[in-house]
């Protein structure tokens, strides 16, 4: 799950509205790069963690990670300088188990699991204990409040993360609740199915006698005491009965045939109950091409939905908190930023793109996508997103760069994509291209 939502970090893109702002297209593309400039500068260090051990991407990880086995986490906004970082905008990531009543205190309607709420049911304040509950070192149970926002600028303070499911819930919910039982009734009987199998194999050899001398009267000339014959089952054991005695086992018919599909089936109910295709849950792809992909389909349909949540709750709020500090210190040149709301809107849009997820039948799969591209469905930015998760106008420009340096090197026509099914192939000639006689430019050919 987090591999898949969050895998190597969402990278921002800066999507300002041009027409809004009446910037022309390349003063905007230029602003553009600025943004993403700068905000590189911030995420991609450690600096932008309170704790200075995580990127923005590892904390993104951290963070949804934290709200899946939690239900729900915290995320706390201040304002820090360190020495060498250029921004004091820092992240700091609490544990759900952190926010909670204050000792001695009641809830109530607005006041509940440690949420504060205004009589409009928005966020007021969160009540955070200095420790962890389970820090077993913490010298007292204290907890300290903090305003969801700010008083004099409306800034957000605290992150909530969680997912609403309900009007009015103020907590999350874990990810694995609906099916915890299960999977730990089914770790039990995993875990006796195993014992058994071991039983079964533990082959040990019984040697009965009838009468007279038994094994170990031969070995130490003195029979066992009456009721004092204990034995272990172990691999391989030869156990000596009294005269007179048997044995009889039950036979446990390990390994049980019925194991793997009883297993299947509760895992079916599991995967249901989380929204994932059975295949996905289990990375088991067995069925044939078409329900593999119906079934790689349907998990990033969950996927994509769960990245564009932790976007909306997380790193768009704290691309907005890092962008009021860019323009407040003139790192980010964006005039009426703060005096008007609308052109603030307009400087914060912003594409937040992830890991691709990955392809089938690649060769299929990006003829399609050069067919949407020439209808007029899609855009070179879009399918190079889904396909390979980058950003298609760095990649136009490397291009460009490498066509140019392999025509310089004279590796133009011995790199040279191959023609197109059923196409001819160029014929070899020594005549010069054109662009090499008549003053040709550095674009790449098409």
């Known amino acids: ?104 205190q009641k809830e109530t309607n607005t006041f509940a699991g440690g949420v504060e709420l205004d009589a409009t049911g928005a966020p007021l304040r969160y009540h955070i204990r200095t420790s962890h509950p389970g820090d077993l070192g913490s010298p007292k149970e204290d907890w300290k409040p903090y305003d969801a926002f700010g008083k004099k600028t409306g800034r957000r303070n605290v992150l909530h993360l969680y997912r609403k499911l309900r009007p009015g819930q103020t907590r999350g919910v874990p990810y694995l609740a609906p099916v915890v039982e299960a999977l730990k009734q089914l770790d039990r009987y995993t875990e006796a199915e195993i014992m058994a199998a071991v039983v ?29 014959l204990e034995q272990n089952l172990k691999s391989g ?78 790193c768009q709020p704290v691309f907005e908190a890092w962008m009021d500090e860019a323009v407040a210190r003139g790192r980010v040149v964006a005039p009426g930023y703060f005096q008007d709301p609308a052109i603030r809107r307009a400087y914060l849009g912003t594409k937040w793109i992830g890991d691709s997820a990955g392809q089938i039948d690649p060769v299929k799969e990006v003829e399609a996508a050069g067919k949407r591209i020439a209808l007029g469905l899609s855009t070179h930015a879009e399918e190079c997103a889904a396909l390979t998760g980058g950003d298609w106008e760095s990649k136009h420009y490397q291009l460009v760069r490498e066509t140019r340096m392999m025509k310089e090197g004279g590796l133009g026509q011995a790199l040279a994509p191959a023609p197109a099914p059923g196409q001819p192939a160029k014929p070899e000639t020594d005549e010069p291209e054109p662009d090499e006689t008549q003053g040709g430019t550095d674009a790449p050919t098409r």
């Open 237 to 314: 054991a030869i156990i000596d009965l009294a005269p007179g005695e048997s044995i009889e086992v039950a036979n446990p018919g390990r390994p049980n045939a019925n194991f793997d599909p009883f297993i299947q089936a509760i895992l079916v109910q599991v995967a249901m109950a989380l929204e994932i295709p059975f295949e996905v849950l289990l990375k088991r792809f067995n069925s044939s091409f078409s329900a593999s992909k119906a079934a790689f389909l349907e998990a990033w349909r969950f996927f994509n939905g769960r990245r564009a949540w932790l976007v909306t709750s997380f």
């Open 1 to 104: 799950m987090v591999n898949s939502v969050v895998g190597t970090g969402l990278a921002m893109q800066s999507n300002l509205d041009r027409e809004v702002l009446g910037l022309s297209e390349d003063q905007a593309a230029e602003t553009q790069k600025q943004i993403e400039r700068e905000f590189r500068l911030w995420a991609d260090s450690a600096d932008c963690d309170v704790s200075r051990t995580l990127d923005f991407y590892g904390l993104q990880e951290l963070a949804f990670r934290s709200t899946l086995e939690s239900g729900d986490c915290f995320a706390l906004l201040p304002m820090i300088q360190t020495m060498g970082s250029i921004y004091t905008l820092k992240v700091q990531i609490l544990e759900g188990d952190r926010v909670s009543q204050p000792k001695g």
């Open 200 to 228: 079964s194999g533990m082959f040990s050899v019984f040697v009965k006698s009838e009468g007279g001398m038994t094994l170990q009267d031969m070995t130490t000339g003195a029979p066992p005491a009456a009721g004092q």
